[in-house]
């Protein structure tokens, strides 16, 4: 797969068919004509979110009929199109970041984010909301850090457990141009239950409650033209607050890393989400009447390294960041001969790179990984430390114990239910159990508790009272029989050696590696390959198609 720039295959890709460099760029001719010959109020609103960390340009992954790799994103690309698109409104316009910026490197995670602050901070943030990952460095240090950011921090659901007050602000009213805008923040609301518990201690964001009545006093008390909500919380959650709090005009969702090609329509409520890394802006143009939107245009806008030159001034910010890290970062630890990607919801090449070492190092039936979606991808090259560093951002320790054929099927389904739940509200993260030494049949769209139809431990199906030996990793602060989100795991134990050592030593017995998918994770009624939540659910539970570009590619 080429990295060049190529009009007439990124044309042909999947993710950026309807917005395809002529699509996009005649599309934003129409929405400047429209502009100029709007009478009534208009905003254009400018999101991006998920970054992880990903300061520089990077290799991106489009599918579609011809798959591709392309060089995008990184800070200074980010902000000659943000500032290219600033250039072009005719009217108010805002720039929020919906959070998961300081954890998702090597160099945040040596640095506890400090790296990230200086080129965040020179985007020019109208307003930010904490994603779950922010707090990746402790409490205390992620309070010091959103303290530190150039702009408002709002958060309705982040909350002090001690004193029930909330750590931030849950909106912020900004005016600009004679138009008045309500941003309301909403962090994933399970992330202090599913996160290790030294991340969130002393902290929670499962409070929900009365964000409608919230957001109708804030209509009233304010009285802004437009009420946005930020979202950390990914599109599904996003469309069910939505339904919920109807008077929010415009979502800006983040979190499950989603590519919105076209808005999402709940009721009246517009929902987009542009991916992550960096590699897209999302710019939504709102127009307004006396009765409130009248009309929209959206484009999501691939940052290419062809279409935008870097900005010297934060080019210069990201190079000082990252200097006392080169070295380390480029240290080659093999090579791979084929694409390692996390994107897809179920089996990735990454996770099957990751689980395979740690299930050798642990000498273990069943190696897990807590899955995710870190790192962009890596084509066919030299192996480096920043890549182990963007798959795995926060090396741990090892764990090893066992479990029941019977404990393991509970645990599957459990983890299930989290991706492909009907209530929206038991929603998280957006992917499946990743593994190695275990193959999993299931029906993503079968009932709660009745999804797994086959396991296989080394190619034998489980057996109820057998003892089967799982690996994964130690998240700071839960109990040791907790090993990757299961309790109860018996005779459990701490390793002596780190994940990120597990992947070296396999690396150093099989330098060159190549793999593919292999049908470790299948689901037996969806496509092979899936890279949208979403789209599975929106396909099962509502009228609207799917309308997330990263979702079901052809058969």
Known sequence: MSKSWS??????????????????????????????????????????????????????????????????????????????????????????????????????????????????????????????????????????????????????????????????PPSVTLERDGVKVAFVGITDI??????????????????????RDFVKQLRAREQPDLVVAVTHTGISISRQIARET???????????????????????????????????????????DEGGVARHDYRLIPV???????????????????????ERMSRPLGRTETLLMRYDVLETTADDLITDAIRKAAKADIGFSNGFRFGPPVPPNTLTEADLWNFLPMNARMKT?????KELRLYLENELEQVFSRDPWRLSGGWGPRASGMAIAFNALAERGRRVVSVKVDGREVEDERRYTIAGCVRGGEPVDVICRHSGTHDAQELPFTVHEAIREYLEAQPVIALRRSGREKALDLPPMVFSQDAILSSRDLAAAPTTPFGLPPG
């Open 401 to 405: 114990g066992w479990i029941t054929g």
């Open 246 to 288: 109807p008077e929010i005009d415009v979502i800006l969702s983040g979190h499950t890393h989603e590519r919105t090609m076209r808005p999402i329509l709940e009721g009246k409520t517009i929902i987009v989400e542009p991916g992550c890394f960096g590699s897209f802006l999302a710019r939504l143009d709102v127009y307004l």
């Open 190 to 211: 399970s992330a202090s239950k599913r996160h290790p518990p030294a991340e969130y201690q002393g902290m929670d964001t499962a409070r929900m409650e009365g964000l």
């Open 7 to 168: 009009r007439r295959n990124f044309m042909m890709s999947a993710s950026v068919a309807a917005i395809g460099w002529a699509a996009a760029t005649g599309l934003a001719a129409a929405t400047n004509a429209s502009a100029r010959l709007w009478k009534g109020k208009r905003v254009t609103l400018l999101h991006f979110t998920d970054t992880h960390a990903q300061l520089e340009t990077h290799p991106e992954y489009l599918p579609g009929a011809n798959p591709e790799i392309q060089m995008m994103g990184g800070y200074a690309r980010l902000k000659t199109a943000i500032e290219r698109e600033r250039a072009s409104c005719d009217g108010a316009c805002f720039l929020a970041d919906g959070g998961d910026d300081f954890q998702g490197s090597g160099p945040a995670t040596w640095s506890e984010g400090e790296a990230v602050l200086d080129p965040l901070k020179a985007l020019g943030l109208d307003v930010f909301v904490p994603g779950n990952w922010e707090p990746a460095y402790g409490p205390e240090r992620f309070k010091r850090t959103m303290a530190s950011l150039n702009c408002p921090v709002v958060c309705y659901n982040f909350h002090d457990i001690a004193s029930g007050a909330r750590l931030f």
């Open 304 to 326: 290419l390294e062809g279409r935008y030159d870097e900005d010297p001034a934060v080019k210069a910010l990201v190079d000082k960041s990252l200097a006392p890290y080169r």
